[in-house]
C-alpha cells in the first residue's frame, strides 16, 4: 500500500490507527469552536477527528486542550546564541511547531554564507523554520559591518522553497526617498511577502512606506501606531521579546473581527526567558 492510500484508509478507519488521543478538548480554529473528541494518529500524521476509530494505543487526554502548532512570525534565531536544532528543542515542546526567520544579524558578520549556514542548520528538525531574506545588511550606510547584501545578492535565495520574501525593511527613510538600492530589493521581491520595520511612521510616510508593498510590522509600541498600520491593512506582529516587550501594550486593539491580522511574535528571545517563561505559549496564557 503507498503511503498517500495508507492515509485515506487510516482516515476510513479501515485498521487500527498506531495512537488515538481521548477524551480532548479539541480548539478548532476553523469553526471557533473548542470540544471534546478523539484524534485518530497514525505513522506521525493526524488521520481523523471523531469518536470511531480503532487504535493500537490509547492516551486518555483527562480533558487537556489539543491546539494546531503554534508559530513565531518573526524572530532572529541567532540573538538565541544557539543553532537552530538547539532552538527547536526548546521550542517544539512549548507548542511552537513554525517560525518565519530573518537571519539579519549573521548576515551582517558573514553575508551569503551566514544566509547559508542557517538554511543548511534549518534542515532536518521537527521545526519548521521559513526564511525572510535580509533586506537591510548593513542596517545602515554608517554601519561598519563584515558583509553588504545588494539586490544581486539576495535574488537567488528567493528561489529557495523555504523562503518567503523580504525581511524587515528597517531602510524605511530609503523607502520613502526611493533610494534606488532599496527599491531593487522591492521590486525583485514584489511577488513575495515583504516585511516591514517602521518605528513610530505615521501619516503619509507610513502610506507611502505601504504603497511599496511591505506588508507587515512587528515595531509599533502603542495601541494608536498599531491600529493606525492596522487601517492601513498591515498585519500587526504582537511583539514578546527579552529586550521589547510590547504584548500588553497593544492588545486592546485585537477584536474578533481584526484577529486574522494580528499575530503573535517574538523577534528576539534568550534562552533564559524561553525556559522560565515560555515562547508564542507564554503570550497566549498571557493575553
Not at 553575508?111 to 542596517?139: T, W
Request: aromatic share 8%.
Amino acid at each position: 500500500m503507498n503511503p498517500l492510500n495508507k492515509i485515506i484508509h487510516a482516515a476510513r478507519g479501515d485498521f487500527p490507527v498506531e495512537l488515538l488521543l481521548t477524551n480532548v478538548n479539541l480548539i478548532n480554529v476553523h469553526s471557533g469552536e473548542i470540544y471534546q473528541t478523539e484524534i485518530a494518529i497514525n505513522n506521525g500524521l493526524i488521520v481523523g477527528v471523531g469518536d470511531s476509530y480503532q487504535a493500537n494505543e490509547t492516551l486518555n487526554l483527562n480533558g487537556k486542550y489539543a491546539a494546531p502548532g503554534f508559530i513565531d512570525g518573526h524572530v532572529h534565531i541567532e540573538s538565541s546564541m544557539v543553532v537552530v536544532p538547539q532552538f527547536a528543542r526548546a521550542l517544539v515542546p512549548l507548542g511552537t511547531t513554525s517560525v518565519v526567520a530573518d537571519p539579519h544579524e549573521i548576515a551582517n558578520v558573514m553575508g551569503y554564507e551566514g544566509i547559508r549556514f542557517m538554511m543548511e542548520y534549518a534542515k532536518y528538525n521537527p521545526l519548521n523554520v521559513f526564511f525572510m531574506l535580509p533586506s537591510c545588511v548593513p542596517s545602515t550606510n554608517m554601519e561598519t559591518a563584515g558583509s553588504r547584501l545588494r539586490a544581486f545578492d539576495i535574488f537567488p535565495f528567493l528561489q529557495e522553497k523555504w523562503v518567503l520574501g523580504l525581511g524587515e525593511m528597517m531602510n524605511f527613510p530609503g523607502v520613502i526617498n526611493s533610494d534606488p538600492e532599496v527599491l531593487d530589493k522591492l521590486i525583485i521581491s514584489a511577488d513575495k511577502r515583504i516585511d516591514g520595520h517602521a518605528p513610530g511612521l505615521t501619516g503619509k510616510e507610513l502610506i507611502a512606506y505601504i504603497a511599496a508593498g511591505i506588508t507587515s510590522d512587528h515595531e509599533s509600541t502603542t495601541a494608536d501606531e498599531a491600529l493606525e498600520k492596522l487601517r492601513l491593512g498591515m498585519y500587526v506582529m504582537i511583539r514578546e521579546g527579552t529586550g521589547t516587550k510590547n504584548l500588553r501594550d497593544l492588545l486592546e486593539i485585537v477584536t474578533p473581527e481584526n484577529a486574522r491580522r494580528c499575530i503573535f511574535c517574538t523577534d528576539d528571545r534568550h534562552p533564559h526567558d524561553i525556559l522560565n517563561e515560555g515562547h508564542i505559549n507564554f503570550m497566549i496564557k498571557t493575553a
